[in-house]
């Protein structure tokens, strides 16, 4: 007689037939597929993590490089669209300058940011469940539930592209037509004001992009099966960033365009 495992809940008691008493066999017939799916999920995370503690520095350092590059891209489109557009003649509200500096307005920033990365990291999650665990699941269907799993990955991969896509743009034209109109009101030229925008803009956008450039590191590697991982640590990474950037908008960039406005 032979034990299943410390792991098995029924290692303790005598098993009839030791050759089928394995451990994969006791784990299948207590749980099923979508069980299994979220079991090799979490293993799969753990064991990531585990790894990336003898090489923090060269995967973090991956993600933050071409995150900045994403970074200094969008800017350079805001730069792009601030130059075609027409200034609006109404009066925006800028902190520091027409408007006092307040908690309040860093509070504001951080949810607004918050919500940024909330994306970005839903698009981890989504590709995590599209890459690794949906053809887990895949793989125990047949006939239609079959088909309708092995084509849900790749359509929730093209939905992800096709939604951050379609949100760089947006915020390249609404960013950009706002900054035509404050660097006019503050009677500035686009390209200084820009320079001293970037001063919290990119270590900002570049900790929002983090789990983006998971994303797209991972998708290339086809290492799906580590976006859950990527999820948790660019999070906790952007975190604190966000938190002084935002303090850095509220409290400084305003003085450092006082000091260009100035005579």
């Not at 933050?64 to 489109?77: D, E, P, R």
């Not at 390209?191 to 803009?201: E, G, Q, R, S």
């Given at each position: 007689m032979r034990s299943i495992g410390p792991r098995d809940c029924?290692?303790?008691?005598?098993?009839?037939?030791?050759?089928?008493?394995?451990?994969?066999?006791?784990?299948?017939?207590q749980m099923g597929t979508n069980e299994l799916a979220l079991a090799q999920g979490l293993k799969d995370t753990g064991e990531t993590?585990?790894?990336?503690?003898?090489?923090?520095?060269?995967?973090?350092?991956?993600?933050?490089?071409?995150?900045?590059?994403?970074?200094?891209?969008?800017?350079?489109?805001?730069?792009?669209?601030?130059?075609?557009?027409t200034p609006d003649e109404t009066s925006l509200v800028v902190i520091g300058i027409n408007r006092a500096p307040s908690l309040e307005m860093v509070g504001a920033i951080l949810f607004r940011n918050s919500l940024v990365l909330a994306l970005h990291a839903l698009a981890?999650?989504?590709?995590?469940?599209?890459?690794?665990?949906?053809?887990?699941?895949?793989?125990?269907?047949?006939?239609?539930?079959?088909?309708?799993?092995?084509?849900a990955g790749p359509l929730a991969i093209l939905?992800?592209?096709?939604?951050?896509?379609?949100?760089?743009?947006?915020?390249?034209?609404?960013?950009?037509?706002?900054?035509?109109?404050?660097?006019?009101?503050?009677?500035?030229?686009?390209?200084?004001?820009?320079?001293?925008?970037?001063?919290?803009?990119?270590?900002?956008?570049?900790?929002?992009?983090?789990?983006?450039?998971?994303?797209?590191i991972a998708s290339r590697r086809g290492d799906w099966h580590k976006l859950l991982a990527a999820t948790f640590v660019t999070v906790g990474i952007a975190a604190p960033v966000l938190i002084l950037t935002a303090l850095q908008e509220v409290y400084v960039t305003p003085r450092l365009l006082g000091l260009l406005i100035s005579p």
């Open positions: 029924w290692s303790t008691l005598p098993s009839a037939d030791p050759v089928k008493a394995t451990p994969f066999n006791a784990e299948e017939n993590i585990a790894g990336w503690r003898s090489e923090r520095w060269r995967v973090v350092g991956s993600w933050t490089v071409l995150s900045a590059a994403i970074a200094v891209g969008l800017l350079l489109a805001v730069y792009a669209v601030g130059r075609l557009s981890c999650v989504a590709g995590f469940i599209a890459g690794s665990a949906l053809p887990l699941q895949a793989a125990s269907k047949t006939g239609l539930w079959r088909t309708i799993h092995d084509r939905f992800v592209v096709c939604a951050t896509g379609f949100s760089l743009l947006t915020q390249a034209y609404f960013l950009g037509s706002q900054a035509a109109t404050i660097a006019a009101q503050l009677g500035l030229g686009l390209a200084p004001f820009l320079a001293v925008i970037a001063t919290h803009a990119i270590p900002e956008l570049t900790v929002l992009f983090l789990p983006l450039a998971a994303w797209i």
